[in-house]
């Protein structure tokens, strides 16, 4: 008899998303007529962009010629793809190709790259918060059960909502990793250079790291607000920083992103001695990944171009855009609403005493819209429920009709 990880036995029943989507295929098949718009899950709607596809066909054809066809790749990612991306993202933040390791998305590197650490590693989480920085936690074995006040033991949160402005305070006691992720999901708030300086001074002082999860940086507008965490002084020896081209350049399907793990950042090993993380993640990429595939790597390298950026941008436009008509409808029944701004997110807080399971069925049967419930994110994410911009501009219109009509 094979003993199973006993640590998967501390995680919820199921992941958040697909608890939605088995609630909401139980609703729809009970409701046929398909009436139901769909903005939980973060999902994008419009197409890849032409300069995009343009790459992907000829890398296809590519590799229809034995001439130009390749295998394996380099498990960090192709050159050209690295190196674009130090160029396009990181000038003059002293980040080079070497510190790029390409991947199928920031999803995957995020929830991986916990496994450079020791088990008894603390660990800090803003709640609410991107499920999967505590679920591989929690299957690490780092933490204890969810207790009943919906806290992993052994985690340490960090509260973010409308008491604190959704701005995290720096965590009371020492911690070895802290997730960060701006612009946020879910609450679509952004920290300014200012606060995500708080953090780095942090992390300096307490030879602590930061995973910083940068997925949604391209919808950043306000000024003021970092890109990159390595905008910030001294973050190239404390911080790694995860991209995605997911919800930038519409790879939800696709799959590209990348981690970036500058040699200053470093662990203790067994021995007493400073570790570089890049030697570790690259000893791990090398055994565990084979590369992310060499067309979508072209598809990534063509989001760079200046047409790519052009294209883009305008698809981010169509969704910041979503993003600011749903900001409106709730605004219009009398909520406050967070987020929407700098990011695809609309975080809305429930009148005084609703539950955010049942605001997500109340609008599920009587709207039918699909949206998420705060608790789904951690237990301070209770009383708030999200919306994504990522609908297609006519779905979303619809779903602002509706909800101008929906009454609490
Ligand atoms: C979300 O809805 O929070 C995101 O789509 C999840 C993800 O990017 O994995």
């Not at 994008?44 to 343009?54: D, K």
């Not at 402005?165 to 701006?182: A, M, N, S």
């Not at 809305?348 to 419930?373: C, Q």
């Amino acid at each position: 008899m094979a003993t199973v990880n006993p640590y998967y036995a501390n995680l919820p029943g199921s992941y958040l998303f697909a608890e939605i989507a088995r609630r909401v295929k139980d609703y729809a098949a009970s409701h046929p007529d398909n009436r139901l718009i769909r903005l939980g899950i973060g999902d994008v709607t419009q197409p890849l962009v032409p300069a995009v596809v343009s790459a992907l066909e000829k890398a296809v054809r590519e590799q229809a010629d034995a001439a130009t066809f390749m295998g394996y790749g380099p498990e960090q990612g192709y050159a050209f793809l690295r190196e674009t991306v130090a160029a396009s993202c990181y000038a003059g933040l002293g980040i080079g190709a070497d510190d790029i390791f390409i991947s199928d998305g920031a999803k995957c590197d995020i929830g991986n790259f916990q496994e450079l650490f020791a088990e008894d590693a603390r660990v800090a989480i803003t709640d609410p918060v991107y499920p999967v920085y505590a679920d591989s936690n929690v299957m690490a074995g780092r933490t204890g059960k969810l207790g009943d006040d919906g806290r992993f033991q052994g985690l340490v949160y960090l509260p973010c909502t409308a008491a604190n402005g959704f701005v995290p305070d720096l965590p009371k006691e020492r911690v070895d990793i802290i997730y960060l992720c701006y612009p946020n999901n879910p609450t679509g708030t952004v920290l300014t250079k200012a606060q995500l300086s708080e953090w780095v001074k942090y992390a300096r002082e307490n030879d602590s790291v930061i995973f910083f999860d940068a997925a949604y940086e391209a919808f950043i507008t306000s000024d003021d607000v970092p890109h990159s965490i390595y905008e910030i002084e001294g973050a190239r020896d404390v911080a790694v920083e995860f991209r995605s081209y997911s919800k930038s350049a519409g790879f939800t399907g696709l799959r590209c992103g990348f981690a970036v793990v500058p040699p200053g950042v470093t662990g203790v090993g067994p021995d007493g001695a400073r570790v570089p993380l890049r030697e570790m993640w690259n000893r791990r990429q090398t055994t565990k990944y084979n590369g992310c595939p060499y067309i979508v790597q072209r598809a990534a390298e063509a989001v760079h171009t200046p047409d790519g950026q052009k294209q883009c941008r305008a698809v981010i436009d169509i969704y910041l855009k979503n993003a600011a008509r749903i900001r409106e409808a709730f605004l219009g029944l009398g909520l406050t609403v967070a987020g929407g701004v700098d990011a695809p997110y609309v975080w809305v807080a429930l009148p005084d005493g609703m539950g955010s399971w049942d605001f997500f069925d109340a609008l599920l049967t009587r709207a039918e819209i699909v949206g998420t419930p705060g608790a789904g994110f951690g237990p301070s994410g209770e009383g708030y429920f999200r919306l994504t911009g990522f609908g297609s501009p006519a779905r979303t219109e619809e779903a602002v009709e509706r909800l101008g009509k929906f009454t609490m």
